[in-house]
């Protein structure tokens, strides 16, 4: 026992050593929370929307456009549903995979898509959800894109672009004549007029995706990242500043100044309806201008910092509520993990599962230290009560 006793300090210390030893690590400063935020005023001030709900990574956010109140949020951890505009959120049950890359609601709010890792899933009521059958190369996810049509949606895969007239019954492939690089983002600005981007570069199509053509020029070519339409245009994001086109991807032109950092991913962009402020979600956070993108300030206020603020998403009904998510571990690896088809667990390195093995017997030795402290005190009360 006293041998025991005496190497304890040293096996304490090396325990120690091993639990704070640093290991490397994919994700962002995790001093800071990922999760869900909305802005009811336009993104002047921020609140927390996932509250009662541990999140690490908001990957995906889609409303209602009949119901402002009724959210989908994807996770890191899987699907969840609220339907009085966050204030409670379930976990959607029955959903395979971990986790979800993209949601959407059709025009009427009456069915739900949410892509996983594992594959594409439809719901009517949010409660029952059945596979899609997704083409090869559908799987996984970058984004689902709602159509101008009724049941139409476009699905941006790992290897291909489709589209589906039927809410994903059948599906027809557009990537034809598209570089072989992967599709990273779309713009359906009708049911026509399409533009994806691809390899950094914007390329359009005038006839529903079966023919294409590189875009215009005016754009930082081969370092676009973001591609979107909204009500004011069609917009792009690279090289550290934003593109609009006012003329359905023809022309180009830019948006103010570049970004006050330099080399910033940019993810999402929001315009007012008076074009004064602007929004954009980077790996870097949130920037905000207020005079059309002349000067940009970073945005702390309530919002986690030092990491990555990926989906920026307007309620249709409501413009002036925003809500935008954030992440710890980068969006891009988030994607990578599900193309590999590899876990957060599985992707532990060595030095991650020593440090893990070491604090759990840094606490089991701990234990047994004070349980041989109070037994070594009780032995002389129990001795001092013997008759």
Excluded: K
């Excluded at 925003?322 to 590899?342: C, H, K, M, N, S």
């Amino acid at each position: 026992m006293r041998r025991r006793l005496h190497n304890t300090p040293v096996l304490l210390a090396a325990c120690m050593l091993l639990a704070i030893w640093p290991a490397t690590a994919s994700a962002h400063d995790a001093s800071s929370w990922g999760g869900l935020f909305r802005s009811r005023d336009g993104g002047v001030t921020w609140f927390q929307a996932n509250q009662g709900r541990l999140v690490a990574g908001a990957l995906a956010i889609a409303v209602d456009p009949t119901d402002p109140n009724h959210l989908l949020l994807g996770t890191d951890a899987g699907l969840l549903t609220s339907h009085n505009g966050g204030l409670d959120w379930q976990a959607a049950a029955g959903l395979p995979g971990a986790a979800v890359l993209a949601v959407a609601f059709d025009d009427a709010g009456r069915r739900q898509l949410a892509a996983t890792d594992a594959g594409v899933f439809t719901s009517e009521d949010g409660s029952l959800w059945r596979a899609a059958g997704v083409p090869s190369g559908g799987v996984p996810a970058r984004a689902l894109v709602v159509g101008r049509r009724p049941g139409q949606v476009y699905l941006i895969g790992s290897h291909g672009l489709f589209r589906s007239d039927d809410w994903t019954a059948s599906w027809t492939p557009l990537d034809a004549g598209l570089p072989r690089e992967p599709v990273l983002g779309l713009a359906a600005v009708d049911d026509q007029v399409l533009i994806c981007l691809v390899d950094g570069q914007v390329w359009l199509s005038d006839d529903a995706g079966r023919t294409w053509r590189l875009g215009a020029g005016g754009l930082p070519q081969g370092q676009l990242q973001m591609l979107a339409a909204q009500d004011t245009g069609v917009w792009a994001a690279g090289a550290d500043r934003l593109f609009r086109s006012e003329d359905r991807g023809r022309t180009w032109r830019s948006v103010g100044q570049p970004l006050p950092d330099a080399h910033t991913d940019i993810r999402g962009v929001l315009e007012s309806s008076d074009a004064t402020r602007l929004l954009v979600s980077t790996h870097r956070g949130v920037y905000t201008s207020v005079d059309g993108g002349a000067t940009w300030s970073a945005v702390t206020d309530n919002l986690p910092g030092h990491i990555e603020a990926g989906p920026l998403v307007r309620d249709p009904l409501e413009s002036r509520t925003v809500y935008i998510g954030f992440a710890l571990t980068p969006y891009d690896e988030q994607w990578r993990r599900a193309l590999d088809g590899g876990s957060t667990a599985s992707r532990l390195g060595l030095a991650d599962l020593v440090g893990a093995a070491a604090f759990l017997l840094l606490l089991a030795i701990g234990g047994g230290v004070a349980l041989h402290w109070l037994a070594r005190r009780r032995e002389p009360r129990a001795a001092a009560l013997l008759p």
